[in-house]
């Protein structure tokens, strides 16, 4: 049980570059989500989904899009890398349990992405 | 307890001493609030959660105390060991009550502890 994972763990990109960040969870949770972690700040969500097939948008969405093909998956684009998205990614996931609207989010180990 | 701001708060303690952080949460209506430890270069692990019904929960270690009158949250940490040095995140439930809330959380920006041996 590998819990949730995140691919690649570093990458450096060019102004304008575009790449896809990759989340996986074995744990057949419903809900998942993409945060982003700035210095000397808390996670900022910026995009979540509730199940298959389904996105929606967090705190910070714009310059990202996610798509969720697969229950398991949960992947997050960038079209054209600016320097602002400098950061580090977390993607994490949870349950759903009937009668309690939220439980904890189980997160991945994070990748550093740094745009130049 | 956290603030905005580029600085985290800092706590120092000794080995073996009690740790107290403290969190303000924002919004009166949140019924869920949960805190997680994150060390250096690895993803936030859950510690403790509690729901709004509750003022204390104790878990091996850790309590977490709920005071919803002046929305306050804290997490003590009992016997302080240097490998609990991290930051700490106490969260909220974003969306309380509704039912579209998904489990979205908002963060505090985080406490760094430093426990010296």
């Known amino acids: 049980n590998a819990g949730v994972t995140q691919t690649p763990k570093f990458r450096v990109l060019k102004t304008g570059q575009s790449m896809t960040l990759l989340c996986a969870q074995d744990m057949n949770h419903e809900y998942m989500y993409w945060y982003r972690q700035d210095p000397g700040m808390g996670l900022r969500l910026i995009h979540y989904?509730?199940?298959?097939?389904?996105?929606a948008k967090g705190e910070v969405p714009d310059g990202y899009n996610v798509s969720r093909l697969k229950k398991q998956n949960f992947l997050l684009g960038l079209e054209s890398a600016a320097p602002s998205q400098t950061s580090v990614y977390f993607c994490a996931s949870s349950y759903f349990q009937t009668g309690l609207l939220v439980n904890e989010q189980f997160f991945g180990p994070g990748t550093r992405l740094t745009v130049l | 307890g956290e603030s905005v701001g580029l600085h985290l708060p800092t706590l120092s303690v000794q080995e073996g001493d009690n740790s107290i952080i403290n969190c303000a949460y924002s919004?009166?209506?949140?019924?869920?609030f949960i805190w997680y430890k994150q060390e250096s270069g690895k993803g936030p692990q859950f510690i403790i959660d509690?729901?709004?019904?509750?003022d204390k929960r104790q878990g091996q270690r850790v309590t977490v105390l709920l005071n919803k009158t002046v929305k306050h949250l804290s997490l003590q940490i009992a016997a302080t060991q240097p490998g609990d040095s991290a930051v700490y995140f106490c969260?909220?439930?974003?969306?309380?009550?509704?039912?579209?809330?998904?489990?979205?959380?908002?963060f505090g920006q985080g406490t760094i502890l430093t426990v010296h041996p």
């Open positions: 969260a909220e439930n974003n969306e309380p009550g509704g039912g579209t809330s998904y489990g979205k959380l908002t």
């Open positions: 989904s509730v199940g298959e097939g389904t996105t």
């Open positions: 509690i729901r709004s019904n509750m």
């Open positions: 919004n009166s209506a949140s019924d869920y």
